[in-house]
């Protein structure tokens, strides 16, 4: 089945500085890959996400790459900000999932800190 | 409305206590699905219903017992649990393959339940 591997699992930065958080993934025939932020005590929230038919994809401050020959996915954040601190957690779905709906496989999660 | 809503917000049960925790969505979702978070953990799927049949149980004891009595609704019925059963327990709902155009991937999670079992 499908295995995802995610790093680093503390990442501390200054606000201004970028941040970049990459995951791996074993199963070739996935084919969508979602990024999630979690704030302490919230909801896991969609911030951004890439199909396998595109490269990149990019949100304002946020833009996501993937590699399929390497099968690896990375998040980067620009201009961080202190709001920006949470944990984040890639994921990955496996390509014709037939049930009628998608299983995500999540990675172990980033705790990310922006410090002012 | 683009909300997955869940009740109740905290919970705090005893071994030998019977409960339920409920999710609800009005987004014309007709995937729901069910999963367990421990502190410092990413969500770990328990179950998945998909146009109101289960479709996924992730060899979750039988101490937990999803229902989904309708399109928008989603219980958890919880019995005999065990105080590392404690977590919090999300409810997700995202399209099921052959609703609409857009794409059927995207998973909205609900606030969760924190669960303290006793």
């Known amino acids: 089945g499908e295995n995802v591997e995610q790093h680093p699992s503390t990442l501390s930065v200054q606000e201004g500085d970028s941040a970049v958080i990459k995951c791996t993934y074993s199963?070739?025939?996935?084919?969508?890959f979602p990024w999630y932020k979690q704030e302490l005590g919230k909801r896991p929230q969609l911030i951004i996400d890439i199909r396998s038919n595109v490269g990149e994809k990019k949100d304002q401050r946020i833009a996501v790459t993937l590699n399929k020959t390497a099968k690896h996915f990375s998040l980067h954040i620009t201009e961080t900000q202190p709001e920006d601190s949470a944990v984040y957690f890639c994921a990955a779905t496996p390509r014709g999932f037939s049930g009628g709906y998608n299983k995500l496989i999540f990675g172990a999660g980033t705790r990310l800190a922006v410090h002012p | 409305d683009t909300e997955v809503t869940q009740t109740p917000k905290h919970l705090v049960m005893g071994m030998t206590n019977k409960k339920s925790l409920k999710c609800e969505q009005h987004?014309?979702?007709?995937?729901m699905y069910w999963y367990k978070q421990k502190a410092k953990k990413p969500p770990e799927l328990m179950f998945v219903?998909?146009?109101?049949?289960?479709?996924i149980n992730e060899s979750v004891p039988s101490r937990f017992s999803p229902e989904c009595p309708n399109s928008s609704l989603l219980n958890l019925h919880l019995h005999a649990l065990q105080p590392e059963d404690s977590a919090l327990y999300l409810c997700?709902?995202?399209?099921?393959f052959g609703q609409g155009t857009r794409s059927y991937n995207e998973q909205f999670f609900g606030p969760g339940t924190r669960l303290t079992v006793l």
């Open positions: 219903y998909s146009y109101e049949k289960l479709s």
């Open positions: 997700a709902s995202s399209q099921a």
């Open positions: 987004m014309g979702h007709r995937a």
């Open positions: 199963d070739s025939a996935s084919n969508y």
